[in-house]
Nanobody
Framework: DVQLQASGGGLVQAGGSLRLSCAAS????????INWFRQAPGKEREGVSC???????YYLDSVKGRFTISSDNAKNTVYLQMNNLRPEDSAVYYC????????????????????WGQGTLVTVSS
């Protein structure tokens, strides 16, 4: 079974930094992507970033230049470094694994979600 373990959330002041981790195991996809989503109270879930198995990445416009996604393939762990955090970044952050194909990449760049991890809460105080 695919397992995704997200960690690293916490309380931080505006302008501060956090690094989220997503440890993945039990998957055997050739073309996959690890996605980070977030959901704030009363808001819809939104895709924040993804990193694909080919190394390409995606960022939500509002986090570009502040968040960096990276992967340690030896540890099967993906990191989301979040700098210059803003109160509007406060949310529960979820990681998820997706599969993607070259044929559908232009419409589903970060792939189709196959499994979700549990969330980790990020709270940014003003």
């Amino acid at each position: 079974d695919v397992q995704l373990q997200a960690s690293g959330g916490g309380l931080v002041q505006a302008g501060g930094s956090l690094r989220l981790s997503c440890a993945a195991s039990g998957f055997a996809f050739d073309d996959y992507a690890i996605n980070w989503f977030r959901q704030a109270p009363g808001k819809e879930r939104e895709g924040v970033s993804c990193i694909r198995s080919d190394g390409s990445t995606y960022y939500l416009d509002s986090v570009k230049g502040r968040f960096t996604i990276s992967s340690d393939n030896a540890k099967n762990t993906v990191y989301l470094q979040m700098n210059n955090l803003r109160p509007e970044d406060s949310a529960v952050y979820y990681c998820a694994i997706a599969t993607w194909t070259k044929e559908t990449s232009h419409i589903m760049y970060c792939g189709q979600i196959r499994s979700w991890g549990q969330g980790t809460l990020v709270t940014v105080s003003s």
